[in-house]
């Protein structure tokens, strides 16, 4: 099982990034996916989450409205696209695959919202 995070970096207040994840090693279209973030000495909090088939999903209400998470099951990707993005985004995000009793997670990827 393998889950890889790509696309983090430093960018200014106010733009974008977005985040991939991409899986390997289980049945993915079976998986709620989740991204989660943990600044320096702050709990790991969970962004967002997105269904097995992606037809429902949930923000933290600290970024409701700003974060769009997305699945592509072909490619076996999770996406969480960023916008409008303030200093307190700052954090490493980390992908993670979810179906009782298993519980995968990535390695993690930087963000730093920063002028």
């Known amino acids: 099982v393998q889950l890889v995070e790509s696309g983090g970096g430093l960018v200014q207040p106010g733009g974008s990034l977005r985040l991939s994840c991409t899986a390997s090693?289980?049945?993915?279209?079976?998986?709620?996916m989740r991204w989660y973030r943990q600044a320096p000495g702050q709990e790991r909090e969970l962004v967002a989450t997105i269904s097995s088939v992606g037809g429902n999903t949930n923000y933290a209400d600290s970024v409701k409205g700003r974060f769009t998470i997305s699945r592509d099951n072909a490619k076996t990707m999770v996406y969480l696209q960023m916008n409008s993005l303030k200093p307190e985004d700052t954090a490493v995000y980390y992908c993670n695959a979810v179906k009782s009793p298993f519980d995968y997670w990535g390695q993690g990827t930087q963000v730093t919202v920063s002028s």
């Open positions: 090693g289980f049945t993915f279209r079976r998986y709620s």
